[in-house]
């Protein structure tokens, strides 16, 4: 079974495209006129000029709405597609869940005509930046310690390409790990947490002494004079990245 069947079944309930970092995405996939999707799930940031979804789990692929781009049940490391398919490919927050991740680049490459576009995060960066896993949930950053891609690697993989931050808006509407960075009660909700795979994998039992020290941080006043700074601002950069590579 696809460890999203088992993630996944919920995921369309918190997971929604965020407009400003659907318009982030859609300018880096550029003028491309056609595009493949890879680890796909749901759908969300696909542009409308999307031929193909590659997803390897059915639930994700049920969750698609009516009238997005067709699915395949595939995985990137084989593709089910010939040489120079489509001008761009693109894989969001999907490459730190691939089994072979140098197989799924090389696939990425061989598919696309001219670009690939890849939004990870720098696990470095998110460590030092993000309050939740650097100060309350330290199990979270191990568990993703092991899974997370390094840029430089990835950059190695593609050949060479550029990179640019994906600030997260205060009211991020796509509820992945840092979208609510400005709204730390949202954490404590087992819906949201189920929707965000760092933690949902960590398991409630491992989270549960950091979650409880955040409750009692929030309901004594002390979460909001410590991290003060954060309320005053509109986006942060903790992280996420988008890779983009020509060739
Ligand atoms: C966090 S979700 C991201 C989904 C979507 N790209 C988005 O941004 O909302 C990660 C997706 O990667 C998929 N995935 C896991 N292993 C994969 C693989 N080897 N090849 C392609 N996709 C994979 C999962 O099934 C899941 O749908």
């Known amino acids: 079974m696809a460890t999203y069947d088992a993630l996944g079944v919920s995921y369309a309930r918190t997971r929604r495209p965020d407009p400003r970092i659907a318009a982030q995405i859609d300018a880096a996939v550029g003028d491309a006129r056609d595009v493949v999707n890879v680890g796909a799930g749901t759908g969300s940031y696909e542009p409308v000029r999307t031929v193909l979804a590659v997803e390897p789990s059915r639930v994700m692929i049920r969750q698609r709405p ?8 595939a995985v990137a490391e084989h593709l089910p597609l010939g040489d120079n398919a489509a001008d761009a490919v693109m894989a969001l927050l999907t490459v730190h869940h691939w089994t072979d991740l140098t197989a799924g680049i090389r696939e990425l ?3 696309a005509r001219r670009r690939v576009v890849i939004l990870t995060w720098d696990q470095r960066v998110f460590r030092e930046r993000f309050w939740l896993v650097r100060d309350y949930l330290a199990h979270a950053a191990a568990f993703d310690d092991s899974r997370a891609v390094p840029i430089d690697q990835l950059i190695d993989l593609l050949g060479g390409g550029r990179t640019e931050p994906v600030h997260v808006p205060y009211d991020c509407v796509d509820g992945f790990g840092a979208a609510y960075w400005r709204r730390p009660h949202a954490y404590l909700d087992p819906q949201v ?13 491992a989270l549960a002494p950091g979650l409880a020290r955040l409750a009692d941080d929030l309901a004594a006043g002390r979460w ?17 990245r988008l890779v983009v590579a020509d060739h």
Do not use: C, E, F, K
């Open 109 to 111: 490459r061989r598919v």
């Open 66 to 73: 009516a009238g997005a781009a067709p699915a395949v049940q």
């Open 193 to 205: 947490r189920a929707g965000i795979s760092m933690l949902a994998q960590t398991g409630d039992d």
């Open 224 to 240: 909001h004079t410590r991290y003060a700074d954060l309320l005053t601002l509109d986006s942060i950069d903790v992280g996420y």
